[in-house]
């Protein structure tokens, strides 16, 4: 398990710098089910970022990075473990048209406070749902 892990960190690595290093006309970064539980920090540099795939990973908190690019319209953090999101912040994202938590052990604050404060829409899953089928 630590070294599938260790696999994933370097490819996830790898294809962060080289979208970095190829320019800012990157609009997609596809890092699905890589075992990922946090985010490296020269995401934040993908300032032209459009949509970011981070499904299929193991965040267990929000990547508050994500917040700080002001092209993003689309963010997938589908199945992951996520409890909590700054709701606020995703409010004042200018750009972000879509973020998808389904199959996220969301808190029922999130599930209140969220749709009055936003303007894009947020999927998750029914409250008390369990992981999708394989």
Partial sequence: MLKKMG?????VARKVNETVENGSDTLE??????????L?????????????DLSRNQFQDFPEQLT???ALETINLEENEIV??????LAAMPALRCIDLRFNPLNA????????LIKFDMLMSPEGAGAPPP
């Fill in 84 to 89: 909590d999101v700054p709701v606020e912040k």
């Fill in 68 to 70: 700080t690019l002001p």
């Fill in 40 to 52: 490296p920090s020269e995401v934040s540099a993908l300032q032209h970022l459009k949509a970011i």
């Fill in 7 to 11: 696999e994933a960190v370097a490819r």
């Fill in 29 to 38: 970064l596809h890092l699905e089910g890589n075992f990922l539980h946090r």
């Fill in 109 to 116: 604050e999130v599930r209140v406070i969220a749709p009055p």
